[in-house]
């Protein structure tokens, strides 16, 4: 299945550090990883992705597990801002096979 | 301007009807996709194209079609609406040119309710 697992919601508390994990077992070697995040009545938008290595940009940070097993995103100062649902995805590569196959996601509430 | 604008924002049809969904880019990216989303669902894939000429079936591709009639046209077609097929609708572009390296960019959906 193409598909990967996250929990269905977490918390945190403001101003807090977020590791929002995913779980992908049956990834192959060359699908990347990819998160993105819906905020209340958008679409969603591109936070950060990655093959092997960890990649940081100015949204969050991405940890990679070395059997690319699973992933998990870093929110490194959770805000109010932040709350919404972030998807786990990983793309396919075999040509003709469709790429970009959302699950279900996680909901992110922030406290303040 | 929005770079991925779809049309209409909200739409309400009968069961039955013919309904077409818009969607327009000028981010000037050759593949484009849609998707539905229902709630507690995520997001699922309908249909993608890669370039003018290639059209691909999604995971729920039964009961639409597509046309891309442009590079930077992409339209969902339901030919006979039905009430399961209420749900928001996004449209999506990605540059085409890093494999499954990509960004997607979305649009800001369609609310689609079929009574």
């Known amino acids: 299945d193409a598909k990967t697992t996250q929990p269905n919601s977490m918390e945190s508390n403001e101003e807090e550090p977020v590791h929002l994990p995913c779980n992908h077992s049956?990834?192959?070697?060359?699908?990347?990883i990819h998160w993105y995040r819906q905020l209340p009545s958008q679409g969603p938008e591109y936070v950060i992705h990655g093959l092997t290595s960890n990649v940081n940009n100015r949204m969050a940070s991405l940890a990679i597990a070395e059997d690319r097993k699973s992933s998990t995103l870093i929110l490194h100062r959770a805000t109010l801002r932040d709350a919404a649902v972030y998807y786990c995805i990983r793309s396919r590569t075999t040509s003709g096979t469709y790429k970009y196959i959302f699950g279900t996601g996680t909901r992110l509430k922030v406290l303040a | 301007d929005a770079d991925v604008t779809q049309t209409p924002r909200n739409r309400i049809t009968k069961t039955g009807k013919r309904i077409m969904l818009e969607c327009s880019q000028t981010?000037?990216?050759?593949?484009m996709y849609w998707y539905r989303q229902d709630p507690g669902l995520g997001l699922r894939l309908i249909y993608y194209?890669?370039?003018?000429?290639?059209?691909n079936k999604g995971e729920i591709s039964d009961g639409y079609s597509v046309s891309r009639q442009a590079q930077a046209k992409f339209s969902l077609s339901l030919e006979s609406a039905i009430p399961n097929q209420t749900a928001l609708y996004f449209c999506a572009t990605s540059a085409g040119t890093g494999g499954t390296n990509e960004k997607l960019f979305f649009g800001s959906g369609t609310q689609l309710s079929v009574l």
């Open positions: 049956t990834i192959s070697g060359t699908d990347y």
């Open positions: 981010k000037g990216h050759d593949r």
């Open positions: 194209s890669f370039d003018v000429k290639d059209i």
